[in-house]
């Protein structure tokens, strides 16, 4: 290759890791003709003794899903049978092996990458073509994949147009080559102004380059004309090399073009069925042959039809004209079998003008049948497509609201917008605000989401239905901490009818009592919060809902447990694009529960998936709890990155976010700006504001300021509450704010079963103490609070106890730590599910990893942990479990 040394090795180095036993993904962008594929067949000229899979986008074949996936996985689909159970049931689904369902295009996406890691002990390079043509579902499920790599020992190369900065992984882009190397492509024999001249319009484009010159004519070549053929100044170098292809298909007999145009409007790319096709349109297989002669087309051994390049096939089929465009399509559609029914109804599709109400009917079915197969994106095409060939308007309507809610479902923001406007004001009003209230969210706007289903609620003509709708208003309110919707939607349900569901009367019940507390307004019984937890907890579909409720209520294990229960649901589902919301409700509860090394795990896996998935609106909704975990360990440039990465537009994460620099400044003995900061925490978010005020009342007190109010409210609250926690916490807020040790001593005789808010409470008791010169009674309390610290890995508070500590006149004992700290989240998550027996197939399936990557994971575990097997985990249990 020439001017391209840069860029192999690069790919080079990418090889080299693999070859280690690491894995690694670039994607390759440029323009057409730019020499991508020409790169990738470096890299495959470069892995003698690997595995190598190719594939690439279809420009025709972008509706049907998986279809490149496929393609690059068919040499290998005989291992299938080594997947986990629910991996193997997504990918055959995918690969149109069975009619199962295909659950997750992202659990799509983790079976390829299991598959891929478990072919044997050579390297693989998958080698993905124009993926700028490639169906969604197959570009998605291989960036999932290819943002998962670890230690496989696999290389992923992309090659797309455009910028690939939306895919996530590493890009390569390529320029035109330098001027001395687009030189040394052309012939030696040209005139020096023809050189300068093609150099020039090719701007060192390599197919430009090597199009151009191939087209000019003997006296051309001779220098002797000083014009070029037209083309050379038709602009772009791209568009330059597709009037060149142009020009040689309209040169060839009109039999070959024909054939031509069903080979670039099929894509299945079969022989037989391309031959079947053009016979119906005249032609026969030595018309394919001079397309093969022109080398406009290659044809292999076993029959499979390609394109020498892809600009050729954009040229084949955009050079004819529409009517024969609609011929080929439907000369294909006719020879096609019921294996290939949903193909046929696409080739349908474009061969027919509109309105056809049987032909709408049949991409309906389409619809329908990805649907079943959880295909959400390829449902809400067809669905798309289906009203576009619809006359009734009432019919058109509910297509189009079906194909935005399946790309709601596929989550295609953008789509589901664009879509959800073409919705006519007869659709169905409580499904079209469920819709509208998912972009306001998706976009970070609870409270839009919540005016949406309050609108919608009174549209709807069924008081259950709507009853839903405004329970779900409530909670959207919540997240938006916006209590003037919260309250109109709970004034509106109270006027309903009770609905018959006893389950929707329970919820109802529940979410007055959350508005109640987003007003501000004090609480004496969380009964009716309770009771909603318990009973919409029966309902797996409500758990998200029960877990909140369960945490508002201060029943924080309940809600840990219900979250758990959530996540693994999303786990054996492969729900892949929904577990980050899971964990990070898990984290919320763990963090809430002083479990702050398996919140700190739950919400860096919920971070890594939201990154894989490329749902940027997750990452900044995570990182508020990850910004308060950071506070708690010490980590002040973390803790101050996370809280201003934390999403603005939701008032909730904001207000996690400044409770955590609260509480960074707080540990520090900064009292005056912790204080400013909690004190904000409450007008951001009420109910935040709960869990907040003691840190806010230990700020003002020493800040010299009185917190009687703030500690009044809590007491309040921590009564309702009725858990040991609250009762503990709150006998600590009044010992700092009576300055009285009576209440030290009851905060401390609670069995509370929350070691940081114990040891908090040690730590203020120990600084009580030394104030009223009891050092030695200082020293026991600090020492005690120091070691619990030690034991969480809370470093801040350490740090605060240490000092108080010296202050009594004793050296601090160095940090110690546990062992198990040193473990990263993953290695963490990794090493108890080995110590409870699991494989590292298992564990690959719970943590959405491929197996190798476990293995990778808990070698290392291993070695931090000082142990050689899995037996020796067990004996660490106690030291890794959740606390």
């Known amino acids: 290759m020439l001017g391209r040394l840069d860029e192999q090795r690069e790919i080079d180095c990418a090889l080299g890791r693999a070859k280690a036993g690491l894995s690694g993904a670039l994607l ?59 991996q193997a049931i997504a990918l055959r689904g995918a690969c149109r092996l069975t009619m199962s369902a ?58 797309g147009r455009g910028s690939g900065s939306a895919y996530g992984i590493a890009e390569l882009p390529l320029d035109g080559l330098a001027e001395e190397a687009a030189a040394a492509l052309l012939a030696e024999n040209l005139p020096p102004q023809v050189r300068r001249r093609i150099i020039a319009e090719a701007q060192g484009n390599p197919l430009a380059l090597l199009e151009l010159s191939a087209q000019l004519t003997p006296r051309q070549r001779e ?17 330059s090399v597709q009037w060149v292809f142009r020009e040689q298909i309209m040169a060839l007999p009109e039999a070959t073009q024909t054939a031509l145009l069903v080979v670039a409007a099929d894509d299945t790319g079969e022989l037989a ?71 046929r ?90 819709v509208n209230a998912w972009t306001s969210g998706e976009r970070g706007n609870p409270c839009h989401a919540a005016r949406s289903l309050v609108e919608g ?38 006027a309903l009818a009770l609905p018959a569901s006893e389950l929707l009367r329970v919820q109802a019940r529940g979410m ?73 409700l898990l984290a919320q509860a763990q963090m809430l529960g002083d479990q702050h090394a398996e919140a700190h795990a739950a919400a860096q896996e919920a971070l890594a998936i939201s990154c894989d998935t490329h749902q940027q609106h997750r990452v900044g909704q995570i990182s508020g709890v990850l910004a308060w975990l950071a506070a708690v360990r010490g980590d002040t440039e973390s803790c101050l990155d996370l809280a201003e990465r934390a999403s603005r537009d939701v008032p909730s994460v904001q207000a996690i976010a400044t409770w955590a620099v609260g509480l960074h400044h707080l540990a520090a003995c900064r009292w005056e700006q912790a204080r400013v900061h909690l004190v904000e925490v409450s007008a951001k978010h009420p109910i935040v504001g709960l869990f907040a005020a003691p840190d806010l009342v230990e700020a003002t007190v020493r800040s010299g300021r ?94 605060r106890a240490s000092a108080e500590l010296e202050a009594t006149g004793v050296t601090a004992p160095s940090a110690g730590g546990r062992r198990v700290e040193s473990l990263t989240p993953q290695e963490r998550q990794v090493a108890l599910l080995a110590a409870e027996g699991l494989s590292n197939r298992q564990i690959g399936a719970r943590l959405f990893l491929s197996p190798r990557t476990v293995g990778h994971h808990l070698s290392n575990a291993f070695r931090k942990l000082g142990i050689a097997s899995r037996e020796e985990l067990a004996g660490l249990m106690t030291d890794m479990a959740p606390r």
């Not at 009917?361 to 497509?385: N, T």
């Not at 879509?419 to 605000?433: F, S």
Request: charged share 25%; aromatic share 6%.
């Open 28 to 86: 390759v962008t440029g323009d057409a003709g730019i020499g991508k594929s020409a790169l990738l067949d470096y890299a495959e000229s470069q892995a003698i003794g690997w595995r190598v899979l190719r594939t690439r986008g279809v420009e025709s074949e972008a509706a049907i899903p998986f279809g490149a996936l496929q393609m690059l996985l068919r040499p290998v689909l005989g291992q299938i049978d080594k997947l986990p159970t629910g």
């Open 102 to 159: 295909i659950c997750d295009r992202f659990l799509v996406g983790l079976a390829a990458l299991t598959l891929l890691s478990e072919l044997g002990d050579e390297p693989v390079l998958c080698l993905i073509d124009d993926t700028q043509w490639m169906d969604r579902s197959s570009l998605d499920a291989l960036l999932f994949a290819a943002r998962r790599l670890h230690a496989e020992g696999i290389t992923m190369i992309f090659a």
């Open 273 to 343: 069925v391309l031959l079947r096709a053009a016979g119906r349109l005249g032609c026969d297989a030595a018309d394919l042959a001079a397309a093969e002669r022109a080398t406009m087309i290659h044809v292999t051994a076993d029959g499979v039809v390609s394109f020498r390049h892809p600009l050729i096939r954009s040229a084949a089929y955009h050079a004819a004209p529409y009517f024969r465009r609609q011929a080929a399509h439907l000369a294909l559609a006719e020879v096609l079998d019921d294996s290939h029914t949903d193909r």
């Open 512 to 584: 007055a009592t959350v508005t109640r507390l987003i007003e501000g307004d004090p609480v004496t019984n969380l009964t009716d919060l309770r009771t909603a937890a318990v009973q919409l907890a029966t309902s797996p579909a409500m758990l998200p809902l029960a877990s909140s409720l369960s945490l508002i209520a201060g029943e924080e294990h309940t809600a840990r447990d219900l979250a758990a229960q959530f996540v693994a649901r999303c786990r054996d589902g492969g729900w892949i694009g929904v577990l980050p919301d899971a964990l990070a």
């Open 706 to 799: 009185p917190a009687e109010k703030a500690a009044l409210g809590f007491e309040e609250w921590a009564a309702a509450v009725n858990r040991p926690w609250a009762t503990s916490v709150a006998a600590r807020l009044k010992a700092i704010t009576a300055n009285r040790q009576v209440h030290f001593e009851e905060a401390l005789g609670v069995a509370a079963d929350q070691p940081f808010r114990t040891a908090r409470t040690r730590l203020l008791y120990g600084e009580w103490l030394r104030r009223e010169r009891r050092r030695g009674d200082a020293r026991r309390q600090l020492r005690m609070a120091q070691e619990l610290f030690d034991q969480l890995g809370a470093g801040a508070w350490r740090a």
């Open 345 to 434: 109804a696409w080739h349908r599709a474009a061969g027919r003008p509109a309105p056809d109400e049987c032909l709408s009917q049949e991409l309906a079915g389409v619809a329908v049948r990805a649907k079943l197969q959880q295909d959400a994106a390829a449902a809400s095409a067809a669905f798309e497509r289906a009203a576009e060939f619809t006359a009734v308007p009432g019919r058109r309507t509910e297509l189009v609201l079906s194909a935005a809610e399946q790309a709601m479902h596929a989550g295609q923001l953008p789509r589901v917008e664009r879509l959800a406007a073409r919705v006519e004001d007869t659709a169905d009003p409580a499904r079209l605000a469920r």
């Open 457 to 494: 609620a009174r549209r709807v003509a069924d008081p259950e239905v709507a009853a839903q709708l405004l329970c779900d208003a409530i909670r959207a309110a919540s997240l938006g901490g916006n209590a003037t919707i919260a309250r109109e939607a709970e004034a509106t349900l109270r």
């Open 223 to 239: 220098g002797r004309l000083g014009a070029l053929p037209s083309y050379v100044d038709a602009g772009a170098p791209t568009r």
